[in-house]
């Protein structure tokens, strides 16, 4: 069982940022996985937005977030974070990290995620 910890959610006005963090718990170290971000809206089915490959750092990004989102990790901290720049009142939804499959062609299906965190809640007001 692997738990995963997201961090850094919370209320900014449109156009600003956010980092939201993703960490292992303490003994597990991330490797040859991948890490995806996904979010949930009020009333909507849980969506992709980013993910990214432990080792050798590929990443995807949902239409709605290229440009404006960065994924990245930190292989000392065993960390992957999510930046969120320019951020619209739409991006309002619980934010939540996954580790799962190593195959890259389905980074983006939560399908082939197994272990999630708890989320986090990102508001993004107008």
């Known amino acids: 069982q692997v738990q995963l910890a997201e961090s850094g959610g919370g209320l900014v006005q449109a156009g600003g940022s956010l980092r939201l963090s993703c960490a292992a718990a303490?003994?597990?170290?991330?490797?040859?996985?991948?890490i995806g971000w996904f979010r949930q809206a009020p009333g909507k089915e849980r969506e992709f937005v980013a993910a990214?490959?432990?080792?050798?750092?590929?990443?995807r990004y949902a239409d709605s977030v290229k440009g404006r989102f960065t994924v990245s990790k930190d292989n000392a901290k065993n960390t992957v974070y999510l930046q969120m720049n320019s951020l619209k009142t739409e991006d309002t939804a619980v934010y939540y990290c996954?580790?799962?499959?190593?195959?890259?062609?389905?980074?983006?299906?939560?399908?082939?995620?197994?272990?999630w965190g708890q989320g986090t809640q990102v508001t993004v007001s107008s």
């Open positions: 996954a580790s799962g499959s190593r195959y890259w062609s389905s980074a983006s299906d939560e399908r082939v995620y197994d272990y």
């Open positions: 303490s003994g597990y170290t991330f490797s040859n996985i991948n």
């Open positions: 990214i490959n432990w080792n050798f750092g590929r990443t």
